[in-house]
């Protein structure tokens, strides 16, 4: 089942006025006298790189000022020791953990990545690992500890669904995905591990999540985690799970995020609140690659 893009949100009178727009910069600049013949001829023979970055000029404009100030300057990266693994070295460390586990479709990790994601990542589906939600992450918070020697501290935090749910567009997202690669138990995904929004809130965050983005919750990075445990470290970047929402009592009110931390040789689950910016967080996400979806088929963040 492949889905083709859509673009029939945007009407042909604002597809008009963009190009307008467009034509009177190009006249503008050659009107103010910036360039000689040879000067547009370079332009020509860049016509590519003029127009990806005529289009990159466009989304930036139309990035939403929803939650803009909870946005901060973070210099955090990555550990040195970090790389992503090839879909065959994951999926082997996957089905160590989980025995049970069929196949995946590896062959995906030849096509291209989608833009801003780092890697191709295998993640089980949950429904492979445990009869319900709550009893697969429990499964992969077992493993995380085994891991890391036991040291797993959760905070208090609550598994059941009155605290923890899948956002919707997470939810919806994964499901197309998983309409990709039907029959087989791991999912191969591409994804960024944080750091193309790290300093942002999550509210910010899924405010800039590009058309075809989605939110990952803590059962896929608690398995990311589980096939690249030097992805976390003290003094790096840490990870916020903005595919999951959290209710910190039995109220309704889902307003905060779940995240892994690692201080002091202890893997960590801590809650956050979803308006909170801290320059050493950043929300994990990954991609549908365009071919896969139609943008509507996503909504909302």
Known sequence: MTMSTSITDITDGQRKQIKRFAEDAVDCAIAEGFFDKKD????????????????????????????????????????????IKGIGEQVNILRRFFPNLGLALEKIEQQP????????????????????????LREVFNLLAEQHDGKLNKYGFEIGEKHLR?????????????????????????????????????????????????????????????????RLSFENLWVICAGSEYALRDDGIFTNVPSFILDCCWIEIRILRAKTAVDYYGSATAFVPPNWFLPSALGGG
């Not at 590519?48 to 901060?72: G, H, P, W």
């Not at 994964?174 to 791991?186: E, K």
């Not at 960024?192 to 300093?199: A, D, M, R």
């Open 166 to 230: 899948q956002q919707e567009r997470t939810e919806r997202s994964l499901r197309i995905i998983g309409g990709q690669q039907v029959g087989f138990d791991i999912l191969i995904v591409p994804a960024q591990f944080g750091l193309c929004h790290k300093g942002r809130s999550v509210r910010r965050a899924r405010k800039v999540f590009s058309e075809n983005e989605f939110g990952l919750g803590v059962f896929e990075i608690g398995c990311m985690l589980l096939t690249h445990p030097e």
């Open 113 to 136: 990545l989608p833009p801003n994601a780092e890697g191709w990542f295998a993640i089980p589906r949950w429904q492979a690992v445990g009869k319900t939600y709550e009893e697969a």
């Open 40 to 83: 547009v001829q370079r332009i020509i023979e860049n016509g590519d790189v003029f127009k990806a970055r005529v289009a990159a000029a466009m989304k930036n404009l139309s990035i939403s000022d929803d939650f803009i100030d909870e946005e901060v300057k973070s210099n955090y990266r990555y550990p040195f020791d970090y790389k």
